[in-house]
């Protein structure tokens, strides 16, 4: 992620990640406030950045016994956009390297009418190393997340008050 700070602003995806993942405190207590439900405490997700709107990137722990990486990363947006974004960690890097963010990801069947995703060499460099194996387009990786988890949209509406 060193990598994706040092390019924030220069190639047009309005996404900023942390250095460690949101306290489970601070999970809970905005996870609440996002939902209107006092009842949830966010557990299952991993804040790890966000966009400029306050929307949160997150790993969702949906599949059990399984290691971080291989999490879904999803958006909760500022506004209540949601969207599982990648599959899993190694695919959310390739999503970066092709120029695309959580929210562009997220919101990509309506994009902003002056954005072009770019292509970032140093993230494709990352990618490259540490996820080889799953190298594939923006589009290729946001139709497979949205093929495998096709319920998450409504799995947090019902979470919402």
Not at 69 to 75: D, G, I, K, T
């Amino acid at each position: 992620m060193a990598v994706r700070i040092e390019c924030i602003g220069e190639d047009g995806v309005d996404f900023e990640p942390y250095e460690c993942f949101l306290s489970a405190d601070e999970t809970t207590g905005w996870f609440r406030a996002w939902t209107g439900n006092t009842e949830v405490n966010g557990d299952e997700f991993r804040v790890f950045g966000q966009d400029g709107t306050g929307g949160y990137a997150a790993l969702w722990l949906v599949r059990p016994g399984r290691e971080l990486a291989q999490q879904p990363v999803v958006l909760l947006g500022s506004e209540g956009e949601t969207g599982v974004v990648a599959s899993n960690l190694a695919s959310f890097l390739w999503l970066l390297a092709d120029g695309f963010g959580p929210w562009e990801a997220a919101t990509s069947d309506e994009p902003e009418p002056d954005w072009a995703p770019q292509v970032n060499r140093g993230l494709a460099a990352v990618a490259e190393r540490f996820a080889p194996d799953h190298r594939a387009s923006a589009a290729a990786i946001i139709a497979q997340a949205a093929h495998e988890f096709p319920d998450f949209e409504d799995t947090i509406e019902k979470l919402c008050r």
